[in-house]
């Protein structure tokens, strides 16, 4: 398969490998081979399927663009101007623990400005996937944030890691739950991104995720109408950073309860004809 050198040709090839690394993933997943694993610290579960499908996602956009850059979660790799961010799988202690819940999560972006996002669930054959500019999809129909506009009425997501002080989770938490809102915890941080987009969710925070495992979920959410946080002004590429993406009606409030700053929303026009 060849693919034009633009962003079209990176479009495709991006939807081509999540739907063939999502094969590789599933098939690990029903064959048993996701309960074969080891720790890489602690609550940070690895199998060889994701090396298998890092190995499998680096090997074909090495091979379809060898200008561009890799960066990913198991190998790490460089960030240059034209960089792929990929997670080979997002919530791997659900996928180790038999649990349909995870994603792999790819995307691409220009001089830090996303222009791709892809995350797929195998399980579900559900795939979310937006150009910047174009809306948000999930198997090629447009979702949207949700219209929620009520703290007793939302669900809201956190996930957290060893990577910050629970104390500061705890109280991000509280907060959340002093508004009103249901606060949930399903293990994988870029799937609960994708379910912000898709109005399934209210809002997802996370005091510090790294970059594989936000940057295009954030894209989806503000493609789908969505506000978020100014991830590459507050983090980066190389060091992640705190994350907030939510339904717009309760996005202040939830950004003012858990401390993350919102960027401004994308406009209509900006969403929809964009570049
Ligand atoms: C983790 C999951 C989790 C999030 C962590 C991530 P992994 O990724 O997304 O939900 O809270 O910050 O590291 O280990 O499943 O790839
Ligand atoms: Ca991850």
Not at 10 to 26: F, H, K
Not at 71 to 99: C, L, S
Request: aromatic share 8%; charged share 20%; proline share 4%.
């Amino acid at each position: 398969m060849s693919y034009t050198n633009d962003l079209d040709g990176r479009a495709q090839l991006c939807r081509d490998v999540i739907l063939s690394a999502g094969a590789l993933v599933l098939e690990g997943f029903e064959n048993g081979r996701a309960a074969d694993f080891s720790m890489k610290g602690p609550q940070d579960y690895l199998t060889e399927t994701d090396a298998a499908s890092e190995a499998h996602i680096r090997q074909r956009i090495a091979s379809a663009f060898p200008d561009d850059s890799f960066f990913g979660e198991e190998g790490g790799g460089d960030i240059r101007e034209r960089v792929w961010v990929v997670d080979p799988i997002d919530g791997t202690a659900n996928f180790a623990r038999g649990i349909p819940h995870f994603c792999i999560s790819i995307g691409y972006v220009e001089e830090n400005v996303a222009k791709l996002a892809a995350i797929y669930n195998p399980a579900l054959d559900e795939l979310y996937f937006c150009r910047a500019g174009e809306g948000a999809t999930r198997n090629g129909q447009p979702i949207s944030a949700a219209r929620t506009a009520r703290f007793d009425m939302a669900s809201v997501e956190l996930g957290w890691s060893t990577r910050i002080p629970n104390a500061q989770y705890l109280e991000a938490m509280t907060r959340l739950l002093d508004k009103g809102a249901n606060v949930r915890r399903a293990g994988s941080g870029a799937m609960a991104l994708a379910y912000v987009a898709d109005g399934r969710s209210d809002a997802y925070v996370e005091l510090h995720m790294n970059s594989w495992d936000c940057v295009p979920g954030l894209l989806l959410v503000a493609e789908a109408g969505g506000r978020v946080c100014p991830f590459f002004e507050i983090g980066s590429l190389q060091t992640g950073g705190a994350v907030l993406a939510s339904a717009p009606a309760i996005a202040d409030g939830v950004s003012d309860a858990v401390g993350i700053v919102l960027a401004e929303p994308l406009g209509r026009r900006e969403r929809h004809h964009a570049a």
